[in-house]
């Protein structure tokens, strides 16, 4: 176990659906991360919250809605996904601490997202 | 980019050899991480190298960067069934909380 957990494990979701990821992190840790991973291309980074402020957005279509309340948890808000979203959602975390000369990231087991 | 591209995309080695996944990228680097994923989970960090650093041992793993060729080697000795996953390099540009760079990964298959 990393120390972040994800939930659900599974989702199977309808193209007008809304529901929500959840990652959870218990390490103290003050970066966040959303990636997206489909199969044969890069993980693809999505989002980064650094002490619950978002730092980045690459270029993700509104119909994904992240959510930081705090720097222990992090939300994706899903509505009007389309068949191409499915893939492997994965939450990871780090320590953020700016003048750190490294910042490992710690991953959460994923959620397989399938878009129907 | 400064996108790592890993190299093989596959590997199928059987238990006992050794097996050497490589790693090349475009741009300026402070650190490269190599990490681990196994069959649709998380990935999980496995070593960190420094761009001062040339080589660095973690037990059964080592991993070598040549900054002048921007590339990086990771070599896992004596294989084992075990080890079979997917291993991904990672690139990060300037130090403490940053953006890192993930490859398409080298899918390394290790038959018992």
């Known amino acids: 176990e990393t120390g972040v957990t994800q939930t659900p494990r599974h989702l199977v979701m309808g193209m007008t659906n809304k529901k929500s990821l959840k990652c959870e992190q218990h390490?103290?840790?003050?970066?966040m991360y959303w990636y997206k991973q489909s199969a044969k291309k890069p993980l693809e980074l999505m989002f980064v919250?650094?002490?619950?402020?978002?730092?980045e957005n690459n270029s993700v279509p509104s119909r994904f809605s992240p959510e930081c309340p705090n720097s222990s948890h992090l939300f994706l808000h899903l509505h009007t996904l389309q068949p191409e979203d499915s893939a492997l959602y994965l939450c990871?975390?780090?320590?953020?601490?700016?003048?750190?000369?490294?910042?490992?990231?710690?991953f959460g087991p994923g959620t397989r997202l399938t878009v129907l | 980019s400064q996108q790592g591209e890993e190299d093989p995309q596959a590997l199928s080695i059987q238990e006992g050899e050794n097996a050497t996944m490589n790693c090349s990228y475009k741009?300026?680097?402070?650190?490269l991480q190599w990490y681990r994923q196994n069959s649709g989970r998380g990935l999980v960090h496995l070593i960190l190298i420094r761009s001062n650093e040339r080589e660095k041992h973690s037990g059964r793993l080592r991993v070598t960067l040549d900054t002048s060729k921007k590339s990086s080697s990771l070599l896992i000795t004596a294989s084992r069934a075990a080890d079979t996953a997917s291993y991904f390099c990672?690139?990060?540009?300037?130090?403490?909380?940053?953006?890192?760079?993930f490859g398409i990964g080298t899918k390394l298959q290790v038959i018992p």
């Open positions: 990672a690139t990060g540009k300037s130090g403490g909380y940053q953006k890192v760079t």
């Open positions: 741009t300026s680097i402070n650190n």
């Open positions: 990871a975390s780090s320590q953020g601490l700016a003048g750190a000369t490294s910042d490992t990231q710690y």
């Open positions: 390490l103290g840790h003050n970066a």
């Open positions: 919250y650094n002490f619950k402020e978002q730092t």
